[in-house]
């Protein structure tokens, strides 16, 4: 293909992205914006994986049937939703085989807030009302972003994810409005989720080196700091409905914006956590990977006996 | 059956309902174990679907048998305010995963017993468990196709995956013997046509296991009942609250939370 | 396309799912395994979770032919000025109902 083409495709491309039109894995793209896609979208299926490992801590523990199915629901969903993901980024040409090679050999990065332990039953009301809260309004841009298979994925997980949210916040609700050492655990819970849940909408704007790009090709709708600042917002009356206080003394509603202002964010401890040094990296690498070694003699046999079975037709 | 008027019919009718409940509700706990950790990300999905259909059945007959009680005991009060010797589930159900072929082994074995015995108690005179029974042989029936068609994979596949798959059997085996033995309380809710004969479960079971072992190309072991071989005795005694030293640790981790908090409300 | 399989998540299929007798099957998504059988259990643990489905089909998803974008000029222009297709190319009187 000589440069002019590659010109004439690259300016058609760009209009149908501001024309509004979806992408689909067909149409011509430019290679950033297909390595860009491949990078983000396998991230945020790897994230839906490991972020399996910290609910599932709790699974066996949960203190009700209620509870311990509705739990198990929502930790099947985020396996379900990690494949939705997969699917998605294989439509960009790469194999689910080669991004999960990439998660285990800690070439491919996932959302840092996966790397917190998850330490007291409260933890996972909170993080259904964080976390997914955070996802929630990050996946609902998603839904709207100009890659077809990946929009569709985002909005089918946004369906999904409804439940998430509401059976976090009940037991949130439920614990706040309970003894006082449940109360304090919901407490101690919000106290260390908060500030890694707002680091989950990425560094600031400037600060971000994919953010500018992400945008143009509207893969991303809108900045990592106003996605930060509707989650801040939403957030902030939910706490003050249950009663819980946000570990933020800056918190100030300004009349004039209508938005709530917060304190600053400890970046330092976000890329230190980002790099690895977090407090169980070691520990969620560790048991994916040893869930793919004891799965490998599995996942050969299937392959095997399908073989056999051809062969024997 | 007029809902345990009677104090005796009312007790057995309790004691068999907790072994259904209890099969469930820690079979349901094991394979929940698997998410997250399992061989593919399908059958984390596949395992958790399973478990979830377990668990629902659990809570369902638990909480029918806290009614039947009368003592005002609920699902959860039940599941997780007993002590291990009050749990009359098989020991086959509380022992713990091991590798993929033991729990698909395990989850085959189950799952052609549920479904047989499902099958049966769906035509109960006693509604509600009729009723708990006709879901539940819906349930069983995918359970057992999903277990049924890795147990063919795992037996054909590779040769490792035999080899696990004929462990796995082997293992369990000893373990599949007391689920086809009923005792006074299934013989007594029978004469008092509560439920159907349970009879023709055994046989029905040897005979599609056996269907599913000889296509998986997996030696069926002996009972070994009285064999006399060290260590390879069938065990016995679930039904009365004898278990395996496994089920003490999963009810304190299952128990852990709800019982350190009793007046708690989650 | 046999040594990629043997990396292990198997063959990649398309799932379609129907959400009422009488509906037709439309595209839900893809998933993973090594044959036909594991692929459809795996689809409806997968897409009929939230019991919405009453059918499936799985398909190998290298046995499905897609036009291509280039297509689109020459495939499918043709068909969109045949207006006498539609039902308001033909014009009855006003007062005639049920047509």
């Known amino acids: ?313 | 059956m007029k809902n345990g008027s009677d104090h005796g019919t009312k007790n057995v009718l309790v004691e068999f309902l907790l072994r259904l409940g209890d099969d469930r509700l820690i079979l349901g706990h094991r394979l929940s174990e698997w998410c997250g950790h399992a061989p593919i990300l399908e059958e984390d999905i596949a395992l958790a679907n399973i478990a979830l259909d377990l668990l629902g059945q659990a809570s369902a007959i638990l909480h029918l048998a806290g009614d039947v009680e009368g003592k005002n005991r609920t699902e959860d009060d039940l599941a997780y305010f007993r002590e291990a010797t009050q749990f009359k589930n098989l020991q086959l159900v509380e022992q713990p995963n091991g590798d993929f072929a033991f729990t698909i082994a395990r989850l085959f074995f189950f799952s052609t017993f549920n479904n047989l015995l499902c099958d049966v108690l769906q035509k109960s005179s006693y509604e509600t468990l009729a009723g708990i029974a006709a879901k539940g042989f819906k349930e069983s029936s995918y359970h057992l196709r999903h277990s049924k068609e890795w147990m063919l994979r795992l037996g054909g596949g590779t040769e490792e995956s035999h080899r696990r798959m004929q462990n796995a059997v082997n293992e369990l085996w000893r373990f599949t013997g007391e689920m086809l033995v009923f005792d006074e309380v299934e013989t007594e809710l029978q004469r008092l046509n509560t439920i159907p004969d349970l009879s023709t479960i055994a046989s029905q079971w040897s005979g599609a296991a056996a269907a599913v072992l000889t296509e998986a190309t997996i030696i069926i072991p002996f009972r070994q009942k009285d064999s006399g071989q060290a260590g390879n005795h069938a065990v016995s005694g679930s039904r009365h609250g004898f278990h395996s030293e496994y089920l003490g640790h999963l009810l304190a981790e299952m128990q852990i939370l709800a019982r350190s908090y009793p007046d708690a409300k989650w | 396309m046999a040594t990629k399989d043997m990396f292990g998540e198997g063959e990649l299929w398309e799932v379609f799912i129907q959400k009422e007798t009488g509906a037709p099957h439309e595209h839900a998504g893809s998933i993973h395994a090594a044959d036909s059988e594991l692929a459809l259990q795996n689809a409806r643990d997968v897409f009929a979770r939230r019991g919405e489905v009453v059918s499936l089909w799985v398909v190998p998803a290298n046995c499905i032919t897609a036009s291509s974008p280039d297509d689109s000029g020459p495939f499918f222009d043709p068909a969109d000025d045949k207006i006498y297709r539609h039902p308001q190319f033909y014009h009855v009187p006003k007062a005639v109902k049920g047509m």
């Open chain 1, 1 to 313: 293909m000589n440069t002019s083409d590659e010109t004439t495709l690259l300016e058609r491309f760009k209009s149908r992205i501001s024309a509004g039109e979806k992408i689909e894995p067909k149409d011509w793209m430019p290679e950033r914006y297909r390595k860009q896609l491949i990078r983000m979208i396998s991230q945020h299926a790897h994230s839906e994986v490991v972020g399996m490992l910290p609910e599932g801590n709790w699974i066996t523990r949960a203190p009700s049937l209620r509870r311990k199915i509705s739990l198990l629901a929502k930790v099947q969903d985020e396996a379900g939703h990690g494949m939705y993901l997969y699917s998605a980024a294989e439509t960009l040409g790469v194999d689910r085989r080669e991004l999960i090679e990439q998660l285990l050999s800690g070439q491919a990065k996932y959302s840092h807030i996966f790397n917190y332990p998850t330490l007291n039953w409260a933890d996972i009301g909170v993080i259904g009302w964080f976390v997914d809260g955070a996802a929630i309004v990050n996946q609902t841009m998603l839904a709207k972003c100009s890659y077809g298979p990946y929009s569709r994925a985002n909005l089918r997980i946004c369906k999904e994810e409804n439940f998430h949210k509401r059976q976090g916040y009940e037991i949130v609700a439920t614990m706040a409005a309970g003894t006082t050492e449940q109360r304090e655990m919901v407490q101690d819970a919000v106290n260390r989720w908060w500030w890694p849940s707002l680091m989950m909408f990425g560094p600031s704007d400037n600060e971000s080196p994919n953010s500018a790009e992400l945008l143009r090709w509207k893969v991303k709708l809108h900045s990592n700091d106003e996605l930060r600042q509707r989650f801040v917002d939403l957030t902030v009356p939910q706490a003050q409905a249950v009663n819980i206080t946000l570990p933020d003394s800056e918190l100030r509603y300004d009349k004039k914006t209508q938005h709530w202002n917060f304190g600053k964010i400890n970046w330092e401890e976000f890329w230190n956590v980002v790099k690895g040094n977090g407090p169980c990296n070691r520990e969620r690498m560790a048991a994916r990977q040893k869930a793919d070694n004891d799965g490998a003699w599995v996942r050969e046999a299937a392959v095997a006996y399908t073989m056999k079975q051809r062969m024997n037709r």
